[in-house]
T-cell receptor
């Protein structure tokens, strides 16, 4: 079935460090890809998305590029802040499918 | 402000009791969803509803029930048949299905 695999955490970084969270997917068709973020004590919120190959999603300094050849959608940020401490989820959905499949989540902690 | 309201935020239940989690949205979204979140497992879909008076089972529907009598409301009942109900439950909604979900803040259920 369709699924997402993301790097296991937890990840601990210092402020201004570079962050990468790997995400790869398996899908029978051409999925749309998403990154969601969950701040402590809150629900999830959409961070960015890409709907076709080579699309780049970006928001709040985060970027991810839809790579069909490597079936990947890695999340990157060049300089993290303490406020970026959260759990990050990679997710996919196929067209006309109401199911959004999530990865296991990666916990990121940024220290001052 | 528009959004999704889940209640209660914390709930304790004795074994053998049914409990109902409330989810209300004022975003005028057609679709609503219930997810279960367990540590290290990401989010798993319990039930979803595309329109009023219609809903479909997700990946882990056993031991749960829902209703969709109003567009704004999608309550989830955790029945005594659910073998391992202790978890964090998240409700979400979307305009249609594009993968862009809006989440509530969640309800944490603990079975004593």
């Amino acid at each position: 079935g369709d699924s997402v695999t993301q790097m296991e955490g937890p990840v601990t970084l210092s402020e201004e460090a570079f962050l990468t969270i790997n995400c790869t997917y398996t899908a029978t068709g051409y999925p749309s890809l998403f990154w969601y973020v969950q701040y402590p004590g809150e629900g999830l919120q959409l961070l960015l998305k890409a709907t076709k190959a080579d699309d780049k999603g970006s928001n709040k300094g985060f970027e991810a590029t839809y790579r069909k050849e490597t079936t990947s959608f890695h999340l990157e940020k060049g300089s993290v802040q303490v406020s970026d401490s959260a759990v990050y989820f990679c997710a996919l959905t196929l067209s006309n499918d109401y199911k959004l499949s999530f990865g296991a989540g990666t916990t990121v902690t940024v220290r001052a | 402000d528009g959004g999704i309201t889940q209640s209660p935020k914390y709930l304790f239940r004795k074994e053998g009791q049914n409990v109902t989690l409330s989810c209300e949205q004022n975003l005028n979204h057609d679709a609503m969803y219930w997810y279960r979140q367990d540590p290290g497992q990401g989010l798993r879909l319990i039930y979803y509803s595309q329109i009023v008076n219609d809903f479909q089972k997700g990946d882990i529907a056993e031991g749960y029930s829902v209703s969709r009598e109003k567009k704004e409301s999608f309550p989830l009942t955790v029945t005594s048949a659910q073998k391992n109900p202790t978890a964090f439950y998240l409700c979400a909604s979307s305009i249609s299905f594009t993968g862009e979900l809006f989440f509530g803040e969640g309800s944490r259920l603990t079975v004593l």
